[in-house]
């Protein structure tokens, strides 16, 4: 284990500092990797608030950081300077408070648990009972659509479906803040539609924070009350933009021009990060 | 000069200091022989080595050498330059066991390996059952050393007079504190460190004569061994040997089994007797030793 | 079809001209019997399996036949004229073994069905192996005469476990059943206890690592006779040796297991504020399984070894190590290979359980979900 | 190195913890017989006094730690390291055979897996039997092995470097099996979209897969083949290396001489697992291993 | 190794027996998979015909057996029954000529491996020279974007990152025939388009036959001259769609009617391979 991962006891921090309402602020938050051939600035001097109950999306070039800020609200990495508040208090502090549900880019199943197991997992660490983790499973796998592969192992499913275990496996856990890096990227359009509805549905009834990585800008416009675009090398923060779309969404108001001149500004944003002139 | 190979039954030791003598002093160069000494070790069985072809002569007890050739490797005693056997019994005065009739309900220490058939023969001759219970013996196979005595796992344990014996001492056991029973004594003793060679081999007659020259040096070494226990200690380091005092002491312990080489028919039949006793051979032997080696050599 | 000439049966027939040549040249000598029939069983089973292609069933069958059909009429013709073998019997011998192989290769080739059908082959295969090893060694000894003292031949052994089985019984009773199971469950269990200590507590992780590491050394001779002295001489203090024998095996091999789990799998973990233990039994130790029953399986046969090497010490007058050093002394050999025979079984015994178990506990590992 | 100083602090504690126990140890195991030793001599030493007699026994059950320390410096400090006497002598001669045999068996062992792994026939023929070899005793063995090659000459060296290799062939074969079948399904399945031969997929994906196991085997291996190396020198008539110490040691009842070979042993084997480790983190460190 | 992976010699099949053109001629092909708790059937009666040039998607839902179908033609599966040829071949004959080059559905970079090594494997079992191999890694390096990664460990790049590195060692192999398991699934819009573009430049250049599993459905017009839309339990082909788009495709053709037409056509073929009735 590394020097993140190993148990210090986190310094008293008094909760609560700022705006009970901030699920995450960070202020001049950097990050650099070391590697064999020089340092990698991550993230560099990145300053974002997120509300309680916002749904904030990230979007970017690949490599700009949105897995890597992730991680650092998580507590997976430390930011090497500026400060980053989770809840008021530390990462850590709320990590080890289980304040967050993080859907991993990769599926990262257990090959020797089945779908079921591997769902149950985050429900067994915390203590749940057996009756209540069955209807969890049960209704999580229903919720991603792989009721009937209860018993498959992780193996024996397709790319998309390991996927959706996955996703099965945060929704499961129930925390207030969710952290998804692109957990719908190996899925269809339709499945993806599905999902995207499901999420917003949820989201909408428990008033859950979720921060969203995705590829997509459709998907990041439909879904989120605000979009972070992000930009790489150093990896950066270059647009915030609130979407103010209605809370009701059916699937096609993504043809209203509100929507699409959103989604303009955020494909121009991208392509600003991009190095290709095309 | 000829060569000969010589397969001790142990380690570099004064219990062959004869023959370290007579290979430093250079008897058998004298005899136009080069003799190569291989020590021995707990699990070399110089039987094995002798008829792998890994050795000319050996030393070995004459119980292991008879087994051996019931069992097709037709050894035969050449010369058995121990008169007497060092090994002993001995148990601590302040313990359970005095006499002879005190064995009954006590754990005995036995070497194996070879070495057990005295201590059966004996135990045959008491009558006394060695399966443990109340009206027999439990038989301990005892390791190296005088262990069992210092932490009573064995109420008596086995020595030779001219090793394990002063290990005891050295450990703190003074000699009026142990009851000691000897093989040799009590008129038990099998023959122990005789000289055999394969039977088939005697039939060369250059063989033969090598042998004779042999046998003849290496008393002459025993002899002078037992005249000089230093120098013979010295022979001993020479050649591996650990611990000159213990070295010293040893060869002057030996000296006192030595003989003259010639093996005495009595005790011979004495050991075939017991081992036929304890079925560790099934038939008499026959031609198990001769004295033409020794009639030669020792005019 | 007609198929190429596989290169074992090619020497086959080589071996098998060879040798007749040489049984003309050497007629008369009074050396075994037997040769001829045998040269020409192997050269028609040879011939037979050739022509054969395409139906390897079959082929196999006839291969068998011809091998130990040879190999049997082999023996017969030796026995009486033991140390007399000449050439002439060692290239038969070789053809047969020959046949023998080819008929193995022709047998692993085969891919039946039914999973019944794979079992038994699975079985067939090492038997058939072994089964060479035995009748080379048997031909080998008794062809050439070498003494019963240095190497007995598998019959004698055969015939000597049947007349002992009483005793044998008592001395694996004795050496495998206490000795060995309790060392081996003591020392892996420590061993995987050491490991887990040191992989909680970094001090202990710098510390006990570096002196596990000396217990690895301590030789069992050495170690033995001491432990003899602290645990009497029966049965215990051999366990101890076991215990010590097998320790470090199980510690390194958990504590390099324990740090196999993936990343991404331990920041899973990390998002559920999981705590070390936790996250120990449902992710760490299933990951290091694989190396954990690597050392299992290792254990197994080491702690036979410990436990008989320990009887050459103190013992009481039982035990397969005791009666391995004292039948020695006695020239038994016989009865030494006979022990030995026990061990082996015992020990392939005990590795094919935990191999079994291994495969039920880490059936999702590559390893074995590959094949 | 900077893992070595933040080890000396852990390691001296614990060693320091194991020092009092070994005397407390020496108390238990020397007492009874000191206490026969005092009531044949008729003495009553005080409380003090019986310690210290326990505690310099000539030839103590357990010696103490200081008994064991003075022998071991006596014959590593104050004797010509190539005397007869010296330990370094010793350990150098039981350390040469051990390389030699660790060398072999670890190069046989990885043939076998290779074998093994490539080969049905041959995980199916040989695998049984290689297990089988391992539960012959080989102090029942050696003793055979070093008279057979004796009598066709070959002594020293060799016969005992040989049952280092049959001991330490055994872990590395079992572990390199385990290891070269560890790739991912999914690797494996690319390498066949290359049509790579089975050299080439041996090279470029199971070798390198395999090194964890292999490191672990090898730490394992090297332990036993010093364990084989040991054994071995005692039917070779105990002249040299530390088997002929503890051997001589026990055949004159000298517990502190084999406490000191014991230690010296240890020590060997000490150096030759951490070289092991070493080796493994250089390698794994040359593969771009991301620091645990 | 399973019975797949062992080597026997393959059975004497005459070259070329169908038309010279067909790639890819798969007829009557089922697929069944034995798990612990049944049997799945991941494809069923599926009948193909792929021609030299072609540039064939497979669309479908998470599950449906479009991998399993690539792995069938790449012979890393055998079919349970039906018949299936390789540019007239097995797919055993296929594969030991190097037919094809795979991009696996995750990157299965060799964790040991730096990115220019990994590009650089299939280079070395093809044994090109160094210089050689140098100058193609730094090509295809280029194309997907990653100059200046070369000595990164895979653990060291971003998701999206290790999927390009994959993509370009698959380019550097360059085989006639392309199979690409989804390889743009963790990509943005942006490298997507550029990557979309990229490629059917090299498609259009090289006359490669290219099969392409996607979920994307623009994507999968965009690309294609034929759509395969599978339908999942029992996996099947339910529509083969020629979209009979001009060969020049600039992005904006994306708007075309002649585009959406084909787009909504492939939507409801999808859609009724789901059980969601939204
Ligand atoms: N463990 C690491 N060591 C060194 N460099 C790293 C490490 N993890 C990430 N990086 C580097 O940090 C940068 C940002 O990576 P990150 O994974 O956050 O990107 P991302 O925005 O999630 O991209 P993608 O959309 O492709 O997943 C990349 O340049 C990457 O190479
Ligand atoms: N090795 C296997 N063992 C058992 N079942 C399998 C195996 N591989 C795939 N399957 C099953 O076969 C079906 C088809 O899987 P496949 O991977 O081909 O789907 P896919 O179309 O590629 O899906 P996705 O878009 O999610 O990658 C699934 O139901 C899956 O559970
Ligand atoms: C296992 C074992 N067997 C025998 C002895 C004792 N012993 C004393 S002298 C001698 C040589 C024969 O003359 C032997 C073997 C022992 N210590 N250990
Ligand atoms: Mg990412
Ligand atoms: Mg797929």
Not at chain 1, 40 to 55: C, H, R
Not at chain 2, 56 to 75: E, F, H, N, Q, Y
Request: glycine share 10%; hydrophobic share 50%.
């Amino acid at each position: 284990m590394n020097a993140i991962a190993s148990h210090q006891p986190a310094p008293a921090i008094p909760i609560a500092q700022g705006g009970i309402a901030d699920v995450v602020a960070a202020s001049k938050l950097s990050l650099v990797f070391d590697t064999n051939d020089g340092p990698v600035q991550a993230l560099s001097n990145v300053d974002l608030t997120i509300g309680k109950g916002e749904f904030v999306s990230f979007i970017g070039p690949s490599g700009c950081g949105k897995t890597t800020l992730l991680r650092v609200i998580a507590d997976l990495e430390k930011p090497t300077s500026g400060t980053i508040m989770v809840n008021g208090m530390t990462p850590e502090q709320a990590r080890e408070r289980r304040a967050y549900g993080y859907v991993f880019q990769a599926a990262a199943l257990f090959p020797w648990r089945t779908i079921a197991d591997n769902v149950a997992l985050p429900l067994e660490i915390m203590g749940l009972s057996k009756t209540e983790r069955a209807e969890r499973i049960r209704r999580t796998l229903e919720l991603v659509n792989l009721s009937g592969f209860e018993k498959k192992y992780p193996w024996q499913l397709s790319g998309g479906m390991q996927q959706r275990a996955s996703i099965a496996r945060a929704l499961a856990f129930d925390a207030d803040l969710l952290l998804m890096d692109e957990p719908f990227g190996a899925l269809d359009e339709i499945v993806r539609d599905h999902l995207n509805q499901q999420l917003l549905e949820l989201w909408a009834r428990t008033n859950k924070t979720i921060c969203f990585v995705t590829h997509s800008i459709p998907e990041a416009v439909y879904l989120s009350t605000r979009i972070v675009v992000m930009s790489p090398r150093p990896g950066r923060v270059t647009d915030v933009i609130d979407t103010n779309l209605p809370l009701e969404r059916p699937l096609d108001i993504r043809e209203s021009p509100e929507f699409l001149a959103i989604a303009a500004r955020v494909r121009d944003g991208l392509k600003a990060g991009h190095s290709y002139e095309d | 000069a000829d060569k000969v190979v010589l397969q001790l039954k142990w380690v570099a030791q004064g219990q062959f200091a004869g023959y370290f003598v007579a290979k430093e002093k250079g008897f058998y160069e004298e005899e136009g022989l080069d003799v190569e000494i291989k020590n021995g070790g707990p699990d070399i069985a110089p039987e094995q080595v002798i008829a792998g072809g890994g050795a000319d002569v050996i030393v070995t007890w004459m119980a292991a050498g008879l087994a051996a050739r019931d069992k097709g490797v037709k050894l035969v005693n050449i010369a058995q330059p121990y008169a007497k056997s060092g090994l002993e019994l001995i148990c601590p005065k302040d313990g359970p066991i005095q006499t002879e009739a005190d064995f009954k309900g006590h754990t005995l220490g036995v070497w194996f390996f070879g070495n057990e058939y005295p201590f059966y023969a004996w135990m045959h001759k008491l009558g006394l059952p060695t399966e443990g219970g109340p009206d027999g013996v439990t038989v301990l196979k005892q390791s190296f050393d005088v262990q069992p005595l210092i932490q009573k796992q064995a109420d008596c344990i086995s020595v030779m007079t001219y090793n394990e014996y002063w290990q005891a001492i050295d450990a703190g056991f003074k000699p009026e504190d142990l009851v000691v029973f000897n093989y040799t004594e009590l008129g038990n003793d099998l023959l122990e460190d005789g000289l055999y060679v394969i039977e088939d081999n005697l039939k060369d007659a250059a063989f033969e004569d090598k042998m004779v020259r042999f046998v003849r040096a290496s008393m002459k070494g025993w002899k002078y061994a037992v005249d000089n226990p230093e120098e013979a200690a010295e022979a001993v380091m020479e050649a591996g040997g650990q611990d000159e005092n213990h070295q010293q002491r040893m060869v002057g312990e030996v000296a006192k089994l030595i003989g003259d080489g010639k093996l005495d028919p009595v005790v011979y039949e004495r050991t075939t007797k017991a081992l036929l006793d304890q079925k560790i051979i099934t038939k008499e032997p026959e031609g198990a030793y001769t004295t033409a080696i020794t009639d030669k050599a020792l005019q | 079809m007609r198929a190429s000439l596989p290169w074992q049966i090619a020497l086959v027939l080589l071996a098998a001209a060879a040798g007749g040549v040489l049984q003309v040249a050497a007629a008369g000598d009074g050396g075994p019997g037997n040769i001829w029939p045998a040269l020409g069983l192997i050269a028609l089973a040879a011939a037979g399996a050739w022509s054969m292609a395409g139906k390897p069933a079959a082929q196999a069958i006839l291969l068998f036949i011809g091998a130990h059909g040879a190999a049997w009429l082999l023996l017969n013709g030796v026995s009486g004229h033991e140390g007399r073998a000449g050439p002439s019997f060692y290239l038969a011998l070789v053809g047969a073994w020959l046949l023998a192989w080819r008929c193995v290769s022709v047998l692993s080739m085969l891919k039946p069905a039914s999973l019944g059908g794979r079992r038994l082959l699975g079985l067939i295969i090492p038997l058939i192996f072994g089964a060479w090893v035995l009748i080379l060694w048997e031909a080998i000894v008794r062809g050439a005469g070498i003494p019963f003292l240095l190497l007995p031949p598998p019959s004698a052994i055969a015939e000597r476990i049947g007349v002992s089985t009483a005793v044998l019984a008592a001395d694996f009773r004795q050496t495998v059943l206490k000795a060995v199971l309790a060392g081996y469950i003591i020392g892996c269990a420590s061993g995987f206890i050491a490991a887990i200590a040191a992989d909680r507590f970094v001090f202990l992780r710098r510390g006990l690592l570096p002196i596990g590491n000396m217990a690895a050394a301590l030789p069992i001779i050495g170690v033995a006779p001491i432990m003899v002295m602290w645990f009497g001489f029966d049965w215990p203090s051999k366990a101890a040796v076991v215990v010590i024998m097998t320790f470090f095996p199980m510690l390194v091999n958990t504590v390099v297991g324990l740090s196999a789990s993936g990343h991404m799998e331990r920041d899973l973990m990390r998002t559920y504020a999981s705590g070390y233990w936790p996250t120990l039994v449902k992710l760490r130790l299933p990951a290091a399984m694989p190396f954990i029953f690597n050392a299992l399986k290792i254990n197994s046969t080491l702690a036979l070894i410990g436990a008989i090497v320990a009887e050459f010490f103190g013992t009481p007058v039982v035990g397969m190590g005791f009666r391995i050093s004292t039948e020695v002394g006695r020239m038994n050999i016989d009865m030494v290979w006979a022990e030995i025979a026990v061990a082996a079984l015992a020990g392939t015994l005990f590795y094919g359980v935990v191999a079994l178990v291994e495969r039920a506990v880490t059936f999702w590992h590559p390893s074995i979900r590959g094949g | 190195m900077d893992s070595f100083r933040s080890k000396i602090i852990p390691v001296t504690t614990l060693l320091a913890v194991l020092v009092v126990a070994w005397y407390a140890f020496a108390v238990v195991l020397n007492g009874p017989f000191q206490r026969d030793l005092d009531r044949r001599a008729g003495e009553t030493p005080g409380q003090i006094e019986f310690l210290m007699r326990t505690w310099s026994q000539p030839k103590p059950t357990l010696p103490a730690p200081h008994q064991v320390a003075q022998n071991f410096y006596k014959s590593t400090f104050t004797v010509k390291p190539w005397s007869n006497r010296s330990l370094i002598y010793h350990s150098w001669v039981t350390l040469s055979s051990t390389f030699v045999g660790f060398v072999f068996g670890a190069a046989l062992g990885i043939l076998i897996a290779v074998g093994i792994v490539h080969f049905a026939s041959l995980d199916r023929s040989l695998m049984p039997w290689i297990i089988t070899s391992q539960t012959i005793p080989i102090l029942a063995i050696a003793p055979m092995v070093v008279v057979v090659f004796a009598s066709i000459g070959i002594t020293g060296l060799f016969p005992k470097a040989l049952i280092s290799t049959y001991l330490s062939f055994f872990p590395v074969a079992v572990g390199m099996v385990k290891g070269l079948r560890s790739p991912e399904v999914m690797h494996l399945d690319l390498m066949r979209t290359y049509n790579a031969t089975r050299p080439q997929v041996f090279w470029k994906l199971r070798a390198p897969a395999s090194l964890p196991f292999l490191f672990a085997s090898m730490k394992v291996a090297v332990a036993a083949s010093l364990v084989g190396a040991i054994v071995a020198e005692l039917p070779t008539g105990a002249v040299a290396g530390i088997g002929a110490k503890l051997l001589n040691g026990a055949y004159y009842s000298q517990t502190i001489d084999i406490w000191a070979a014991l230690v010296a042993g240890s020590l060997v084997a000490v150096m030759l697992v951490a070289l092991v480790g070493l080796a493994g983190r250089i390698t794994d460190r040359a593969m771009g291993g991301r620091p645990a």
